[in-house]
């Protein structure tokens, strides 16, 4: 929280030197689209264009209709009225149709090119920024953006616009009484820009405070089950509570400011109208001016000051939407940690499936004082089945995260078919490898789908097939539609097995010459267990496999066992050789087998 806040606090120091500066960002999607945003412009000067002639036929009709008592001059001038309100209301639409559509074309592609830059981003950022934090500025700050390429920058360019036009054609009706309005126009305009800088520094603190309130919920949300196991209901409630109070005040501090801000606006422009009317009134009593250009100018002065009352809401909300794209814009600015060399070597073909960690240190950035590895150095050959066992906290994971080039390590290398992860192009490098992670990870797909993950362009025989391999074909069959039945968000409406089987079935498809077992079959009762493992042996065959395992079960047939304690390997072997030797796996394997046995026992009993 204390991070959080000394971060929200940077952030607005910036803010009172950026002002809308964020928006800026927002100009090369407008440009993609040149034919709308012209198309919008145009039928804005156009609506502009229609206003300002209205105080023209008001003075004409006012000066030489009445005053004449010419019932023909006044229905001609009325009906030419009602054809510059015709010209209005068509530009009006028109300038709809452009905006609207500009906008939501703008932030559809903000929010792609957002979601496409974090997919890219390498797995130490998604360390410390919330998941439910980033779908807020896809999400809500996207909202923002559009509202404000959609309307608010529209109508800011209108208002600028009238404002100007109206201002112009003052100093044309009257240039005396112009000065005065001219004069007014600082004491309101200087006010609003630094409103406005206030406004925004408030709104992005209101839009922090939401996001973070938005990804507890989502995390809470995506831990029902355990919420409720431990009954954590009411301590969940009130944190959500809490963290939402805490955005309503920020939000209620933002709209304090922006009320404030057109209260101001508001009252100092109608007050510099009043003004005008009392010095017109008395020009014309003097006979210095018609009735008609006072009222002309009367006209022209509203339109203007309307135009500078409506920029000070414009004003607010473009700073709103200027803390919007900031957020976003911070995500775009992301630079991965990992990324393609410019010239990246390529992988040699065929596969050989090679694996070796040559005096390899790392510490994860979250940890840069506790290294998770220390001199790891070990070859794995083509087809050669390793197991990595060792307690946990050891660093077993560390290997596969580095393997797969989520890191790179602080010194040493990482070598796959004898070429450096960091020089091949990390797709490249994934794409020789299939996972069976620990924590199985199911979408809010069909199970064909999820099966299908790695290899979209699957058949469905293909699919059918790695599900008849990891023994997922029958409980898939048994399904609603089959394998055309949805699995539910994280897969909950499957068992633990059942969702671990199917991401055995997803890297038997994936068909990868390098395959990595963290805990494949842990979630298996004894029978499924036994039959997958047959199912992977079979997998296995020609491939390298790396398997990490707490279970010394599963590892029993590796051609050798590396056990790690402390990020080091400490023992290499055969299971007979570690076990003759008496070392620490020896004592792993006694301690398991041990307990193993008298569980036996106990259920024989």
Do not use: C
């Not at 510099?272 to 008395?282: M, P, Q, Y």
Request: net charge neutral; proline share 4%; hydrophobic share 50%.
């Amino acid at each position: 929280m204390a991070r959080r806040q000394r971060a929200s606090e940077e952030r607005e120091q910036a803010a009172k030197r950026r002002s809308l500066k964020p928006l800026k960002r927002l100009f090369p999607y407008i440009g993609r689209y040149r034919g709308l945003a012209l198309g919008a412009a145009f039928f804005l000067v156009l609506a502009a264009i229609a206003t300002l002639t209205l105080p023209l036929a008001v003075r004409r009709m006012i000066d030489h209709g009445f005053s004449h008592s010419d019932s023909i001059f006044i229905a001609n001038y009325f009906s030419m009225l009602v054809v510059i309100a015709a010209v209005l209301a068509a530009a009006s639409a028109g300038r709809y149709f452009f905006v609207i559509t500009l906008g939501e074309r703008v932030v559809s592609d903000l929010r792609r090119d957002v979601f496409d830059h974090v997919t890219r981003l390498s797995p130490g950022f998604f360390d410390t920024v919330q998941s439910g934090e980033i779908v807020s500025r896809i999400s809500a700050d996207a909202t923002q953006v559009k509202s404000a390429v959609g309307a608010t920058i529209s109508q800011a360019l209108r208002n600028v616009i009238m404002g100007l036009g109206a201002v112009g054609m003052m100093v044309v009706t009257s240039p005396r009484l112009s000065l005065l309005v001219v004069a007014a126009i600082p004491v309101i305009v200087l006010p609003l820009v630094a409103f406005g800088r206030s406004v925004r520094r408030r709104s992005r603190f209101a839009q922090d405070t939401l996001a973070d309130a938005t990804a507890y919920a989502g995390e809470q949300i995506g831990a029902v089950r355990t919420l409720q196991a431990f009954t954590g209901e009411n301590v969940v409630r009130k944190n959500f509570s809490d963290a939402i109070e805490t955005a309503f005040s920020a939000a209620r501090a933002s709209i304090f400011a922006r009320s404030f801000l057109t209260f101001f606006a508001i009252f100092m422009t109608f007050s510099s109208v009043v003004a005008v009317l009392w010095f017109g009134s008395r020009a014309v009593l003097s006979g210095e001016m018609t009735p008609g250009t006072l009222g002309q100018f009367l006209l022209y002065s509203v339109l203007a000051a309307g135009a500078l009352g409506a920029l000070s809401e414009v004003w607010g909300e473009l700073s709103q939407a200027a803390g919007a794209a900031e957020r976003m814009s911070e995500l775009l600015s992301e630079e991965p940690a990992i990324t393609a060399p410019a010239s990246p070597v390529a992988l040699p073909q065929p596969a050989r499936g090679e694996v070796a960690f040559d005096n390899v240190s790392f510490a994860y950035p979250t940890r840069p004082d506790r290294s998770a590895l220390h001199g790891l150095s070990f070859t794995v050959k083509p087809g050669e089945t390793v197991a990595i066992v060792g307690p946990s906290g050891a660093g077993k994971t560390t290997v596969f995260s580095l393997l797969l080039r989520y890191y790179d390590p602080d010194s040493g290398a990482v070598r796959v078919d004898g070429v450096d992860a960091r020089e091949a192009d990390p797709l490249a490098l994934r794409g020789r490898m299939a996972i069976v992670p620990q924590d199985v990870t199911i979408f809010a797909a069909s199970a064909a789908e999820n099966i299908a993950f790695g290899r979209p362009d699957a058949s469905r025989a293909e699919i059918e097939a790695a599900a008849r391999a990891a023994l997922a074909h029958d409980f898939i069959t048994d399904l609603a539609e089959g394998y055309d039945t949805p699995v539910g968000e994280r897969g909950v409406t499957l068992s633990g097995g059942q969702r671990q089987r199917m991401a055995i079935a997803r890297a038997i498809l994936r068909d990868a010459p390098i395959l990595l077992l963290d805990e494949a079959t842990s979630a298996l009762d004894s029978q499924s267990e036994t039959l997958v493992q047959q199912g992977l042996e079979h997998l296995m065959k020609g491939r390298t496999t790396l398997v990490i395992a707490h279970r010394l079960s599963t590892v029993l047939k590796a051609d050798r066992i590396l056990v790690m304690e402390e990020g080091r390997i400490v023992e290499e072997g055969t299971h007979a050789a570690l076990v003759a030797k008496g070392g620490i796996y020896a004592e792993l394997a006694s301690l398991q087998f041990q307990a193993g046995a008298e569980a036996l026992g106990d259920a024989a009993e």
